[in-house]
Each structure stands twice: as C-alpha cells, then as structure tokens.
C-alpha cells in the first residue's frame, strides 16, 4: 500500500510538472464558470414561465444542484477531445474529469431518492445514512480509479465464483445484476413520481382521475422496471407463469383481504365518490379524507387523528359524504319551554340569536319551528345551515345553543321541566295504606311551602 500511495504522489508531481499546465487551469475554471452561468440561465427559462400550464412546466428549480456540475463535466469532456486533436497535454483534466464526474453521479442519486422517498415525509434519518453511505462508496471507487487499483479490484471480482445451484455466478455479475436492479427500479420510480407531480397540478383533471392515472402509470413503470432488470441480468422471463400462478393461489387462499382493499382502492377512484378534502363518516369513523392510496384511505378527525381505514370498507358499508354534491349541511338543536301566549315573537327571537353565529349560514336562514304541543311544555327546534363542515359540527352547535340560552335568559323565558309521579313505601308496612302517592310539580308549580304549613 505505501508503494501505491508513492506512486501516486509521483504521478501527481510529474502532472502538475507537465507543461500546458497554465492553460489547462484557465480552460478549467472557465468551463465550471461557463456550467455555473448556463445552469442559472436554464433555471430562470424553464421554472418561472407564468404562460405555461403548471403540469408543462419543467422542474429545474431543485435539480440546480445536479444541473451546475453536470453542465461543468460536459464542457470539461469537449475541452479535452478539443486539446486532444490539438495534440496539447491534458493530464490535469484526466484527473479533474473523474472528480467532476463522482460530484454529478452522487448529486444525482441525491436528487432522485428525496424526490422519490422525502417529498411528504422528509429527509428521513435512513435516507440520510444512505447517501452518505453512498457517498463513501463512490469517493473509494474513485480512489481506486485514480490510484490504478480499479481493473485489478475488477478482475478479482470476476475471479471469484459463487456455487449457486448447479451453476457458478461471479462476485461481478451478482453486483451487476444487483446495481441494474436498483437502477431500474430507481428511475422508474423516480418517472412515477415526476408523472404523478404533474398530474397533480392539472387543475382541469378531477382529482380521483388524477391519482388513477398516477397510481396506474406508477405500477406500470415499476413493472417494466422489474421485466427489464430481469433480462439484463439474464433470467428467463418465462419462469414467471410459475411465480405467476403461486402468486393466484397465494391470493385466493390467503390474500383476499389485500388484493379486496386494492381492488376496492381503484373502484373508489374512478367512480369518483370520494375527492381529497370530502368530509365522510364510515361505521364507527368521521372525518376528513387526506390520502387517497391503493390499499387504503387516511380520515382526519376533528381532533387530529389520522385513521387509516382500508378500500375494502368504503365498498361494503354504507358511506355519508357531506361533501359529494355540495358543502352545505344542515344542523338543528332543540329546546322545550313553558306554554307562552306569544309563540311567534319567540320563534323569531330564536332565529335572529342563531344568524348572529358567525359560521351559520346566511344564504339559507335559520328556521326555528314548533315540533309539537306536548305534555311538559312547547317542544321548538332551531335548524340552521353551515358550508364548511370540515371545521367542526359540535363547536358551531355549542355556539348557538350558547345563544339561545343567552336569549332565554335575557326575556326570562323559562325551560320547561318534567313532570313526575313517585310512590314512597314505608318500612314495616307493605299493605295498601302505606303507599302514598306524591305528585312533584314543576318548581314553578310548587305551592309556597309557608302557605302549605
């Protein structure tokens, strides 16, 4: 190892010593000036253009990080074909060349992993282990290429066999075929989600159409990823229909429930009964919907709580959506008061103390009505309208049933009260004279208790 390392730092003394020296600095800060400036320059073409439709716009707004030292390591390659036919010496470019080229490469990978896992959730701690994993790994294989050790490191990798079977497979193949795996997968995700942001921003798409189409194009890439790698690395693709039948008798025996909820998940989308932002009550769950995935759906509650209720349940059981046709819902609250001689004016009190709420509805009025005579008393209900229900229904309730009470006290019109009949039985005495009957009044009933000595 120190006769590689000796090596290398003689390498680089005789480089630095080479002539054209001069000239090969100056083109090389003028090619990372000139990929500094055309990046910026794309960046303002391609991301602020108010003309085009937000789908057709091109997303090079975060990818300026990769686009700089890309754009610098192409003109770095023209500079050194260029000086090549010249016949002038470019040994600082060789060794410049890979260095730009490990800075792009892992850029990239960056770029494309948190557009594809860190989008909603963040940069999570994993994909931050990853990439600089990663990282590692790539200033190593550079280090091995600038140091002459990487056709060696490749010839023992082909060298070592592995008994696989009844085959042999090299450490090299297995790493290759694992590498064009990865990398198919990567870039087929990586086109699900640019498909998926764009379809997200056209506007003129229902929404329930637009995750349809992105969850359908997704599922395609990644399957003409997984096909593809397949044949690169070699494998028959005709041992699928064996693969292909374990997995139906698999489903049929013990993955109905799953295979339901992404059935169910596709139905829901393309009958369009549920949008992002409709409030629905399912069974025993109320709340606001939030994700719309293959295998299951995310309600919001009112208090917070996501719920993750999955496909199969929206299409066996009954659904209210209080948001499907339009927004508006209607509430009521009820109340019971004394017999009164004027019971218009207290309707219409009852009314005006309901507008005054600041989330009721003004294009509907309130409407309090006389539901029955009944024996206790004047049973009256106050219905009243609301157009954003996901805001809450108890809140609202509770600040108009605060009014009326504000009213009812404010012109003194009493509640009216249940009337009960109680039996008392004295200890001791089971026969009929000791029952006595007590009929409890109203409290306003009561007679005065002085008046009653």
């Keep these: 190892m120190p006769d590689i390392f000796t090596d290398l730092v003689a390498s ?13 600095v100056g083109l090389l800060l003028l090619s990372i000036c000139l990929g500094w400036l055309l990046a910026r320059v794309l960046r303002r073409v391609f991301t602020v253009n108010a003309v085009q439709p937000p789908a057709m716009q091109i997303g090079l707004g975060s990818f300026a990080k990769v686009l700089t030292p890309v754009l610098t390591l192409l003109l770095l390659i023209l500079v050194k074909l260029l000086m090549q036919r010249l016949h002038q010496p470019v040994n600082l470019l060789r060794l410049v060349i890979p260095l730009v080229a ?12 948190r557009r594809i896992f860190a ?3 963040g940069v999570g701690t994993f994909l931050l282990l990853f990439e600089k994993t990663f990282g590692v790994l790539v200033w190593i ?114 993955l ?32 606001k919907v939030t994700q719309i995935n293959s295998r299951y759906t995310v309600l919001q509650g009112l208090d917070g709580i996501d719920t993750v209720v999955p496909n199969e349940i929206f299409m066996i059981n009954s659904v209210q959506n209080y948001s499907l046709t339009n927004r508006v819902l209607r509430l009521s609250t009820q109340v019971t008061i004394i017999y009164q001689d004027d019971i218009e004016s207290i309707l219409l009190l009852l009314e005006q103390a309901t507008i005054a709420v600041n989330r009721v509805s003004h294009e509907v009025l309130p409407q309090a009505l006389l539901l029955k005579i009944g024996s206790d ?36 019109i009493k509640i009216a009260q249940v009337k009960r009949d109680i039996k008392v039985l004295h200890e001791g005495n089971f026969g009929a004279d000791s029952q006595q009957d007590s009929h409890i009044d109203s409290p306003q009933d009561r007679p005065n208790s002085k008046n009653s000595q």
Excluded at 12 to 24: K, V, W
Excluded at 102 to 113: E, G, K, N
Excluded at 262 to 271: N, R, T
Excluded at 392 to 400: A, E, I, K, P
């Design 12 to 24: 680089l003394l005789s480089n630095l010593r080479a002539p054209g020296l001069l000239e090969q």
């Design 256 to 287: 109905q429930k799953i295979a339901s909820s992404y059935v169910s998940g596709f139905v829901i989308l393309l009958e369009r009964s549920l949008a992002i932002g409709d409030m629905v009550a399912v069974g025993t769950f109320y709340g």
């Design 377 to 412: 008393g004047l049973e009256l209900e106050v219905g009243f309208w609301i157009t954003d229900p996901e805001n809450g229904r108890l809140n609202v309730l509770s600040d108009v049933n605060r009014a009326i009470w504000r009213v009812l006290q404010d012109k003194q």
């Design 119 to 121: 989008r909603n959730t």
């Design 141 to 254: 294989g550079l280090l091995l290429y600038i140091s002459g050790l990487w056709p060696d490191l490749v010839d023992y990798l082909d060298g070592t066999v592995l008994p696989i079977g009844r085959y042999k497979v090299s450490l090299l193949a297995i790493m290759q075929a694992l590498v064009s795996v990865l990398v198919t997968l990567v870039i087929a995700l990586w086109a699900g989600a640019t498909i998926e942001e764009r379809l997200m921003r056209m506007n003129t798409m229902h929404s329930s159409i637009r995750t349809v189409v992105a969850r359908m194009a997704r599922a395609f890439l990644i399957l003409v990823a997984i096909l593809l790698s397949l044949s690169l690395v070699g494998i028959d693709l005709t041992v699928l229909s064996v693969f292909g039948g374990a997995l139906g008798v698999a489903i049929g025996l013990g």
């Design 102 to 113: 490990s800075l792009a490469l892992m850029r990239f990978v960056f770029y494309v992993l």
